[in-house]
């Protein structure tokens, strides 16, 4: 009896082994320097700021606002944010952490997706290129609302795809929309493909997963719907407003709405590809699913789906009047990333699919060894710390000396450190400290810099 248990037991060890590893060199990949590599800006800041509110017991109702609009979408990621930043205490690297944890969700959820869909080797080959992918890690290493989009955009498409097959397709497809909307705009732009497959390949409906897939949305949108309702719904105003946007406003250029989705689905497999070579591999990679629509019926509905995810959200933005922001077009990725899996499960030559495993490898490794990000999170405290001990927790100024968008952060910093310095300086004030951001920005010389963060004080002994 013993034997009958201990082998079941060794056979799913060795099972899920390789995805343990893959998700293990995800996290590494992820946390290895982690604050010299993480943002903490004005996205970054708002939402550490609302998570805090919500830890001292102030409900948050709406999450960010987006460019388009100012249309908040829902405050999901700030829930998330907040219960990350209980158990660290408030830390500015609570976000980064959170954003880590959904990108490593994100791996294996691929993983398990395409093992469905194609098969065990093909869902490994995904969760690895997405594990190693500099283009993901970068990503993952940016704690801000559509850090949730990736996983969002896999749910959404898999529930679609399983739609018209199982009676749980839909739930788990308003599941996905739901997170999105807590995510980022761009899961608009997800709503037409969705209603074009569902009238190609009709749903299995049945009245208790209509009921789940309406609950579903309407409890994703309940938090912003209590905002609207007792402020005269301007939340909602705002998203017709971006409708009129569309009328209104001038249409992006073609040429840079095509190189932003070619690039931002072809920097999956390398960031650093020129464009030339990046329409080379999209063309290969479209063209050849196309051939599979027509000659591959087992796999036509989900190269189907894949296609009008891709180019949907596309087609709108050719014909959307408004300024044209590249990261809408991030709901190229997950599709890309499909099409990618179909190529590999018909390459029957495993050197080949050696080869290219090993190619990219070595390009994101070497690229990921030179990742750098100035201004990080990292320098940003130890500013902060030298301020701190200098000059103690108050009666001192701070001059933000920084180019456009380059003075966010601080406040929160400076919170977390127990420090209430005044920002600005007051009149005739003796003790100033002076941040400098890029360092020398307007020739001031700082004393003192770290990752491109200058530091001069003056006035102190």
């Not at 899920?16 to 320097?33: E, S």
């Not at 679609?160 to 839909?170: D, E």
């Not at 050197?351 to 750098?372: M, Q």
């Not at 966010?408 to 100033?432: H, V, W």
């Amino acid at each position: 009896m013993k034997r009958l248990k201990i082998k079941p037991i060794q056979e799913t060890l060795r099972k899920y082994f390789p995805i343990v590893l893959i998700a293990a060199l995800a996290v590494f990949l992820r946390l290895y320097l982690l604050e010299e590599r993480v943002s903490f800006d004005a996205d970054q800041e708002e939402i550490a700021f609302k998570a805090k509110e919500i830890l001292s017991g102030n409900p948050v109702l709406l999450g960010p606002k987006t460019s388009l609009g100012g249309f908040s979408i829902g405050p999901g990621f700030t829930y998330l944010w907040a219960v990350f930043a209980f158990f660290l205490k408030g830390n500015p690297i609570s976000g980064a952490y959170l954003s880590v944890f959904l990108g490593i969700l994100f791996i294996v959820g691929i993983y398990l997706v395409a093992r469905k869909i194609f098969s065990e080797n093909v869902g490994l080959i995904l969760s690895f290129i997405s594990a190693l992918s500099v283009s993901f890690i970068s990503w993952d290493q940016n704690p801000w609302a559509p850090s949730l989009f990736y996983l969002s955009e896999i749910i959404t498409f898999y529930g679609i795809y399983l739609s018209s097959s199982k009676k749980y397709g839909l739930p788990i497809a308003a599941l996905g929309l739901a997170i999105g909307f807590q995510s980022h705009f761009a899961v608009f732009l997800l709503i037409l493909p969705v209603a074009i497959y569902l009238l190609i390949y009709r749903p299995v409906l049945e009245k208790k997963n209509i009921i789940i897939t309406f609950l579903i949305v309407i409890l994703s949108v309940l938090p912003v719907f209590i905002f609207d309702l007792f402020n005269g719904f301007i939340n909602f105003q705002r998203l017709l407003s971006i409708f009129s946007l569309g009328r209104e406003g001038l249409t992006s250029p073609v040429a840079k709405i095509v190189t932003t989705l070619v690039s931002n689905s072809t920097n999956i497999l390398w960031l650093h590809f020129s464009i030339p070579v990046s329409c080379l591999i999209f063309v290969i990679t479209v063209s050849y699913s196309f051939w599979g629509i027509f000659r591959n019926k087992s796999y036509r509905p989900l190269l189907i789906l894949s296609n009008l995810f891709l180019f949907i959200p596309f087609f709108i933005f050719l014909f959307y009047k408004a300024n044209f922001s590249e990261y809408y077009l991030m709901t190229a990725v997950i599709p890309f990333l499909i099409l990618l899996g179909f190529m590999f499960s018909t390459i029957k030559n495993k050197f080949v699919v050696f080869l290219i495993i090993g190619i990219f490898s070595f390009l994101n490794v070497k690229s990921f060894i030179f990742i750098y990000k100035p201004m990080n999170l990292h320098a940003k405290e130890q500013i902060v710390q030298e301020i701190v001990k200098r000059g103690g927790k108050s009666g001192y100024g701070v001059s933000l000396s920084t180019e456009l968008g380059y003075g966010f952060g601080y406040s929160y910093i400076f919170e977390y450190y127990n420090a209430k310095p005044d920002t600005p300086p007051l009149k005739n004030q003796q003790r100033i400290f002076t941040i400098v951001a890029p360092s020398g920005y307007k020739g001031i010389e700082p004393m003192m810099g770290v990752d491109g963060i200058g530091l001069r004080w003056e006035g102190l002994k």
